[in-house]
Each structure stands twice: as structure tokens, then as C-alpha cells.
């Protein structure tokens, strides 16, 4: 039968207590369902089939004619209707409520259509709720509320159920049985006698009511059956919901049935495991999962650890041992615990302190960089006299390609007697990719860092982090963000991995970064680290790199070291002019090796080769030359000054030009100049126009005259400010007439008031005018501590001439006035005339 409601669950809808002592005979009236209220119907009902009776509102139940039901009633208004009914041999009416929750309902809280209802008896729960058994007899329509107090009565008309059927109904009830039965046959809540009482019943109205009054659906599905008196459409809407009802019970049992597949084959592996051990115990040997545990138990006692370490280790392994052999978390904590034990947590290397052997060893890889190699060999000296009050520094390498910034690190790695780690940055995105993944996800890894720290096998190497300035970011987080807690000493001794979710020190650990330029470089990341520029090398340095480290390892690995083969300086300086422009030797390298390869050609083919490696032999290799280089113009020129730049390869000289035309006074700028360097020309040309009359030159020779400024090799893009002085000496000279001396190279940058600033570059600027020809190179005052850095050879080579002012320049660089050539004027356009030249200003 239907599934009711307990009276517990009654009670706490919010039923009040109803105290019996107010009905002190109310448990002794009974009504016996065999005496049947109804024989002689035209009595209990008028002519209209109009009817008066108690009324009883119910919650979440609905009783259909027929029916026979427990009604648990708690409501004082309620058990007074019942004890009116009992008293006074009077059926009941019963409808149920639109909201169950309504502890009073009114008229509008009640559904219009409700059953006629006979009480055979009623008893008292132990929960004092009381429990009425009611039987539905037939369908009335409520028509009017007649009492309230001190219980409901109404007036209702009966609603005679239809006797004739249509013709489908025998067909519809038969469907509706089929449905019920399979139904029947999967429901855990319907008994099989369910469907034995229901093939008896052979009224289709009838049949629908008990079908409905055994289904679990909601209020108004069933209301809405009670509300329907034909019976052929109350089948239709039962087999509905029998329908709907079937394909969830299918469902049900379908995934019923894969789980109890799944937890069959479980237990089955399960016990033929459990078989598996005993047996293997009784033959003295243990399954391959226990031996694994019993190895990783042994790896984890002997391995040093850490306490939160050690925490995680055996709290993991504490679950390990609770799981099944077959459970797909094995994987994942085996893993885990691979990685903690094979991590450095306190094996560390013994640094070789040896001042004068590290000097030794970087001596014996690089040339130059002395100033790199001071600063490893201090902070060598500072740990072997205060170890322990030292903190590891973060140094950045800063320079051109091809510096050897990256073998450096080497270098610095096995004269500290450290294991060398790098990793690449380059291109790096995703902020993982430091941290690591959360566990949460398949294939999660840690990041880089603690996979280096791995593979060192111990916690100080040197760690050098290759193109720091190419990281990346977008929306998968920003690595140089991430960096800061790894280059950071006040942080990077208790380093979190994602992955690893515990404090790793990092402290003893030797970075090194590399970086081409600063500028992509996060400011908070630059002031972690302690920036060492690499300058570009001399071409003294090239030719000595090149005699003591690149041709004796390219003959080597092409199998010449015993050809002798030789390399005279005009040919290293060829190539070094003429067939790489770049501020390393990387590209040397490769050109040293081209002439390796057809040189060990020849001698595989046992030809004749060239055992002295000159000019014209480089010539013959490797083709005629790549590169142009600049050099002085032939003569001394009126508007054209030298400047020099910096460049990446290391620095390069450049012509200013200036031509006058007759014109209303604009300034046309080209050469592929940029945004800054454009604003130093309009500052160069409004200076030249201030000193007008210093220079003897007439206000309206600017307001009739075109200045047009070109700086050639327009493919290649230039800016920056220090080409100002070289603009400044240019326009000077083409509006006074006076040429500007060849041999002198010019930088620094102009004010409007004349000032001259300081520049970077100056080492490279200086090697590039020595290269050129230039003996006169003329810099800002301000630049003069830059002269440091300069090798004493090239500052014999070079007169550095230190300005402040721009009237100290052009009276270095300016020679005296040519003669004036006049042309004849035209008729129609009087010409502007250039005035007698004038002594620089003072």
C-alpha cells in the first residue's frame, strides 16, 4: 500500500499538542467499517446531492474514494471535527492543503475538491499525536466554509463517479496494469501484493485511484487525479506517470547494477589477494607491493629529513599502508614520496675556498672580465674568513651575446667545487613553471627549481637562471613574480613548491642570472639582484680570446691540433673587422671554425693546405668580406660631424649631416631617427638659433632657410641623445660655413642653454673611434669616471677631451671658414646670404 507519514514526521510539521483530558470519551467511540454509512444514500444527501458535514484539512496526503488510510492528527480545530463526527454518526469530509507548511489554514489554503470519508477508529500515539483510520468512500466539491470554531464544517455536493466507458478504457486499463507491475517488480517500495490487489480491481476508476494512492508523487500530481472524474482520462494521466516512474526505476537499477558489479569484482580481487598473501606466507615469500612498502619504509629511516618533513613523509606513508593495492591514489603518494626522499635536504658539497686556486681557474677560461673576477674571488675570501655571517649574494650578468657570461658560470661552479645547475627562462609564461602544480591535478610536477635542486643531489650548487630578461606573462600568472621569493635572501630559506607544499631552503644555494638588457627586467626583481655588466670586448681582447681559447678548441675538435695549423693577427683582425660585427666572439668562433672545416677537408683529401692562415687566405676560405666598416671621410667638410653610438655589437661611428636651403625656415629630419632623437635635433636646431648672434649670424637667415638633418644608413632604426653635440657641431658649421675636423668623434647630449650631459656607452663609443681613425674624442665632463673602465692602450690611443659647455666643442672641433662662394641672385627671388663668418662664442 502507499507509503504514509509517521506520526513523528507529522509532529514536526508544526502539529500542536491536543490534551485528551477535553474529550475524556473521545478513545471509545469507534465506527466499524461493516456498518456500512451509506445504505440508504437519498438520506445523508438532498436533492442536489448537497451534503453538511465536519470538515478536515491534511497535509501532504491525499485520500482517494476507496482508499483506506491512517491519518495522524494533531491540530485541537482537527481532533474536534473527528470527535464531532464519531459523536454524532456523521462521515467526514477531507481535502487536502495548497502549502502543507500553514498551520491555520483558511478558505483559500484549500483545494475545492476533497473525498467523503468514514472513521472506523482513532488511537492515541505515544508521541500524543492521534492516529485515525479513514476510509474514502467518494468525490465531493466543496462549496462553502458554514463553521470555523470550535471545528470546520462545510457544505459540499457530491460528485457520482461516471459508470459508462469508452471504448479504449478496457484497452487503457490493461497498459496501465502492464506499467504497474513492472514497476511493482523494480521498486524497493511497493510490495508484490500491490499488484495482485490491483488486477481485481476492475473498475477503471477505481484502479487509477489505488494506482495513484501507491505512487510517491508530488501534492498536486494527485490532487489533480482526485480532481478528474472521468475515469478514462485519470487512466491516461496514471500511465503517465507510471511511465515517467518506469524509466527512473530502469535507471536506478542500471546504476545499481554497475556498482554492485564493481564493488563484486573489488571484493573479489580482495579475496583472492587476501589467498595470494596467505599463500605466499606459507611459502615464505611476500607480494611485490608489501616489498616496495617494506623498501620505502627502509629509504625513509635512513634519509635525512627535516621535522615538517618528516611530518609529511610519514603521515603519506601512514595512508599508503591503509590503502589497497590496487587503489588510484598508490600512484599519486608513491610519487609524492619519490620526490621528498630524493631531494637535498641536508647533503651539502665542501667549497673549495682556495682564493688563489679559483683565480687560477677562471683565469684558465676567460680573458679579461676582471671585474667579475674580483667580485667571486671576494666573496670566496669573505666565506672562508666568516662563513657563517655571510649571506649568499644573487648576481646578475648583464652584457652583450657572446660575452660568456653562461661559461662563466661554469667556471665560477668548479672552482668552488659546486655542482652547475641551468635552466632557461627564455620564453617562460606560466608562473608553474617556478612554483610547480598543486597535487589536485593529473601529472602534476614541481617546478623547475625543485627539479634542478634534484638533479645537484645537494643543497649549495650554483644555480644560474640563463636569460632572466625573456620571461614572459599572461593569464597564467608572471614567472618574474614568482622569482622574487627564489632571489630573495630574506625568503628563499623557506621556499614553498606548489607541488612539494613545504618550506624548502634555498639559502645555500649560488644564483647566477643572465640578462642581454635590463629594461624588460621587473624593477623589484633588479633590486634583488647584484648587476655586473659585461662590456663588449676590445678588439686587443678579441685577438687574445681568440689566440688562447678559440683556435686551439676548434682545431682540436676538427682534428688540426697536430697540422699546425696558424692564424696570424691580420687575418684575426680580418675577420674580426670584415666578417662579424658583435660584441663576443661568438660569431669569431664560428668564422675560426668555417676555416677549420675546408682546411680539414683539404687534408682528408690529402691536398695541399695553407699551414699560415693570412689575409688573403681568409679571403680564399671564407669569401669576400660580410662587413663594411666606416672609416674617416677624406677631407674635412663643411656641415658633417662624427658622431659615435653605442650599439649592441659594441659600438659603431655615425654621420651627422646638415644641408641649407633656401626655404621659410622648417626642419626636415631623416635617417630613421627616433622619437628621442628627434627632440635632440629640434632642441640642436633651437639652440643654433639662440646663439644667432653670437655666431654673427642675422635673425632672418633662420626664417629664410630650410635645415634638412640626415643621418645615412636609413634601414637602420637610430635614437637616443647622445648624438646631440654632433647635431649642434653640424648646424654650426653649415650656417658659419666652417668645416668640422674629421679626426674628431663626438657624444653627449645638449641642452638648450649649451650644457653638455653625460652619456652612456663611453667604453664601446671609444673603441669604436679608435677602430675608425678618430684621435680626438670629445665626452661630457661628467663621463669622465667612465675612463676607468677603458684599457690603458686605447687611452694612449685616443686624446679625450672633457667639455661642459657647447662653445668648448666647436672650439675643438671647428676649423676656420672657408671662403664664401657667391652666386648670382635670380631676378624673381632674392637669395638669403650667409654673413661673415665670426669667432665661436665664449
Not at 490487489?197 to 489533480?224: C, Q, Y
Not at 580481487?269 to 599463500?279: S, T
Not at 699560415?612 to 674635412?636: C, H, S, W, Y
Amino acid at each position: 500500500m502507499k507509503k504514509t507519514l509517521k506520526a513523528s514526521e507529522i509532529q514536526m510539521k508544526g502539529d500542536d499538542y491536543f490534551d485528551f483530558n477535553q474529550y475524556p470519551d473521545f478513545m471509545g467511540l469507534t465506527a466499524p467499517f461493516d456498518e456500512d454509512p451509506f445504505e440508504d444514500e437519498e438520506e445523508l444527501a438532498d436533492e442536489d446531492n448537497i451534503v453538511d458535514r465536519p470538515f478536515l484539512p491534511l497535509r501532504d496526503v491525499v485520500l482517494f474514494p476507496q482508499m483506506v488510510m491512517p491519518l495522524f492528527v494533531g491540530r485541537e480545530r482537527s481532533l474536534a471535527a473527528i470527535h464531532a463526527a464519531l459523536q454524532n454518526g456523521e462521515t467526514l469530509i477531507v481535502a487536502a492543503q495548497a502549502d502543507s507548511e500553514v498551520f491555520e489554514p483558511t478558505e483559500a489554503d484549500i483545494y475545492r475538491i476533497g473525498t467523503e470519508t468514514v472513521i472506523g477508529r482513532a488511537l492515541r500515539m505515544p508521541d500524543t499525536t492521534t492516529s485515525v483510520l479513514a476510509q474514502g468512500r467518494r468525490r465531493v466539491e466543496i462549496l462553502e466554509f458554514t463553521q470555523w470554531e470550535p471545528y470546520i464544517r462545510v457544505r459540499a455536493r457530491v460528485m457520482p463517479e461516471p459508470t459508462e466507458w469508452q471504448r479504449t478504457t478496457e484497452a487503457l486499463m490493461r497498459a496501465v496494469l502492464a506499467l504497474f507491475e513492472k514497476v511493482v517488480d523494480l521498486s524497493r517500495k511497493l510490495p508484490d501484493e500491490a499488484y495482485t490487489f490491483a488486477i481485481n480491481i476492475d473498475e477503471p476508476g477505481w484502479l487509477a485511484d489505488f494506482i495513484a494512492s501507491t505512487m510517491d508523487t508530488p501534492l498536486h500530481v494527485r490532487e489533480d487525479i482526485l480532481e478528474t472524474l472521468d475515469p478514462t482520462s485519470r487512466l491516461q494521466k496514471v500511465s503517465i506517470i507510471l511511465a515517467q516512474e518506469l524509466n527512473v526505476l530502469e535507471m536506478e537499477d542500471q546504476i545499481h547494477s554497475q556498482v554492485q558489479q564493481e564493488v563484486d569484482k573489488m571484493q573479489r580481487e580482495h579475496f583472492l589477494r587476501e589467498q595470494m598473501r596467505v599463500i605466499q606466507n606459507e611459502l615464505g615469500e611476500t607480494d611485490v607491493f608489501t616489498q616496495e612498502l617494506s623498501e620505502l619504509r627502509v629509504t625513509i629511516e635512513e634519509k635525512a629529513l627535516p621535522e615538517e618533513a618528516r611530518a609529511k613523509v610519514d603521515k603519506e606513508m601512514a595512508r599508503l599502508n591503509a590503502m589497497p593495492p590496487m587503489a588510484p591514489e598508490i600512484g599519486i603518494i608513491r610519487t609524492y614520496l619519490d620526490w621528498i626522499l630524493e631531494l637535498p635536504w641536508m647533503e651539502k658539497s665542501d667549497d673549495n675556498l682556495d682564493v688563489s686556486h679559483a683565480a687560477e681557474v677562471l683565469d684558465a677560461d676567460h680573458y679579461a672580465l676582471e671585474k667579475v673576477k674580483d667580485r667571486i674571488l671576494e666573496y670566496i675570501a669573505v666565506r672562508k674568513i666568516a662563513a657563517d655571517n655571510m649571506r649568499t649574494p644573487i648576481l646578475c650578468f648583464v652584457g652583450p651575446p657572446g660575452t660568456g657570461k653562461t661559461s662563466l658560470g661554469q667556471s665560477i661552479a668548479r672552482a668552488l667545487n659546486r655542482e652547475f645547475l641551468r635552466i632557461s627562462l627564455g620564453g617562460v609564461r606560466d608562473e608553474a613553471e617556478i612554483r610547480g602544480h598543486r597535487r589536485t591535478y593529473i601529472g602534476a610536477l614541481p617546478g623547475r627549481v625543485i627539479q634542478a635542486m634534484r638533479r645537484a643531489g645537494t643543497i649549495n650548487p650554483l644555480f644560474m637562471l640563463d636569460e632572466v630578461d625573456k620571461l614572459g606573462q599572461d593569464f597564467r600568472g608572471d614567472p618574474a613574480a614568482a622569482l622574487l621569493e627564489v632571489l630573495d635572501p630574506e625568503q628563499n630559506k623557506a621556499f614553498v613548491d606548489h607541488y612539494l607544499d613545504l618550506d624548502y631552503d634555498l639559502s645555500n644555494v649560488l644564483f647566477v642570472t643572465t640578462a642581454n638588457v635590463l629594461d624588460t627586467i621587473p624593477p623589484a626583481l633588479q633590486d634583488r639582484m647584484e648587476v655586473i655588466e659585461f662590456p663588449g670586448y676590445l678588439e686587443e681582447e678579441k685577438l687574445e680570446i681568440a689566440r688562447h681559447f678559440l683556435i686551439p678548441r676548434q682545431t682540436g675538435q676538427h682534428g688540426l691540433a697536430e697540422a699546425g695549423l696558424h692564424f696570424d693577427d691580420n687575418a684575426l683582425k680580418m675577420m674580426i673587422r670584415q666578417y662579424t660585427y658583435e660584441a663576443g666572439v661568438r660569431n669569431l668562433e664560428r668564422e675560426i671554425a668555417n676555416v677549420c672545416r675546408k682546411v680539414a677537408r683539404r687534408v682528408a683529401e690529402k691536398r695541399r693546405y695553407p699551414r699560415r692562415i693570412t689575409g688573403k687566405q681568409v679571403v680564399d676560405l671564407l669569401g669576400p668580406p660580410r662587413m663594411t666598416q666606416e672609416f674617416l671621410r677624406e677631407e674635412d667638410e663643411v656641415g658633417v660631424a662624427t658622431g659615435v653610438a653605442w650599439t649592441a655589437a659594441g659600438g659603431d661611428i655615425l654621420f651627422i649631416e646638415v644641408t641649407l636651403m633656401p626655404g621659410k625656415g622648417t626642419l626636415t629630419l631623416t635617417g630613421q631617427l627616433g622619437e628621442v632623437m628627434q627632440e635632440s635635433a629640434q632642441a640642436a636646431m633651437s639652440y643654433t638659433r639662440s646663439q644667432g648672434l653670437a655666431l654673427g649670424l642675422k635673425e632672418e637667415i633662420f626664417e629664410n632657410t630650410d635645415v634638412h638633418i640626415h643621418i645615412p644608413e636609413g634601414a637602420v632604426p637610430k635614437d637616443g641623445p647622445s648624438a646631440g653635440v654632433a647635431m649642434v657641431t653640424a648646424l654650426v658649421s653649415a650656417f658659419t660655413n666652417r668645416p668640422v675636423r674629421r679626426d674628431v668623434g663626438l657624444t653627449g647630449e645638449i641642452t638648450l642653454r649649451g650644457r653638455v650631459l653625460p652619456v652612456g656607452g663611453i667604453r664601446e663609443k671609444a673603441l669604436a673611434a679608435r677602430r675608425a681613425g678618430i684621435t680626438t674624442f670629445i665626452l661630457p665632463s661628467r663621463n669622465e669616471n667612465d675612463l676607468f673602465n677603458i684599457p690603458k692602450k686605447l687611452r694612449q690611443d685616443l686624446k679625450f677631451v672633457k667639455v661642459d659647455r657647447m662653445n668648448q666643442v666647436l672650439e675643438v672641433a671647428l676649423l676656420q671658414p672657408l671662403p664664401i662662394k657667391v652666386q648670382p641672385a635670380k631676378k624673381r627671388r632674392k637669395p638669403a646670404t650667409l654673413p661673415a663668418p665670426a669667432a665661436p662664442p665664449s
